[in-house]
């Protein structure tokens, strides 16, 4: 049996060195793919870390173009804002210019005008000037002011300015009207 052992062990060895030898072929194959996707992941990871830099630099820039958009805004409201106010003040001068050219074509008004009945030019009373009206019979536009008037609001409704309606009712420049009080606003054209 010596000589069919060492036979079947001749045998088996020359199996085994074969077979070893493929396995270290698989080994060999197995460590370069091994090594090959460690290279791989390695270079996956550099990426995904570049990756993150730069979202990490794109949200700073979001963070500050949101912030240039504020001002940017805040600036666009501003200016929008001064347009219409510059397009108020336009306006305003237009209806100034048209009430300045409304009292050139008016007659002049009389700049003394008579006592009304004892109410002193001091009093802060405007004048009821009806009866001096009716005694001159000079024909004059009368306003009776309502409630929640005022002397601005009046003089925009009849084209004329607050200087104007102060100087034909003598009131002064601190004194207010108040409802029910009869203001002249103009001269009628005869």
Same mark, same amino acid.
């Given at each position: ?52 830099? +730069? ?32 397009? +108020? ?20 008004? $009389? ?9 002193? $030019? ?16 000079? $024909? ?49 054209? $005869?």
């Amino acid at each position: 049996m010596t000589g069919k052992a060492a036979r079947f062990f001749f045998l088996l060895c020359i199996v085994l060195g074969l077979s070893g030898c493929v396995n270290k072929e698989n080994y060999n194959r197995e460590v370069n793919r091994a090594n090959n996707f460690q290279r791989l992941l390695a270079e996956e990871e550099k990426r995904s870390a570049e990756l993150v830099a +730069e979202i990490a630099r794109l949200k700073s820039q979001v963070a500050d173009l949101e912030a240039k958009n504020k001002t940017l805004t805040a600036h666009l409201n501003d200016a929008k804002a001064q347009v219409v106010r510059s397009l +108020e003040e336009v306006g305003r001068l237009q209806d100034e210019i048209k009430q300045a050219r409304a009292m050139a074509s008016m007659p002049p008004v $009389p700049s003394v005008m008579p006592k009304v009945r004892g109410v002193s $030019p001091t009093s802060t009373e405007p004048p009821d000037r009806l009866d001096e009206l009716q005694i001159n019979s000079t $024909p004059f536009f009368l306003h009776e002011v309502k409630p929640g008037e005022t002397l601005v609001g009046i003089a925009k409704r009849y084209k004329t300015d607050v200087n104007t309606l102060r100087e034909l009712n003598d009131l002064a420049a601190g004194d207010k009207v108040k409802p029910g009080d009869r203001l002249i606003v103009g001269q009628k054209q $005869p």
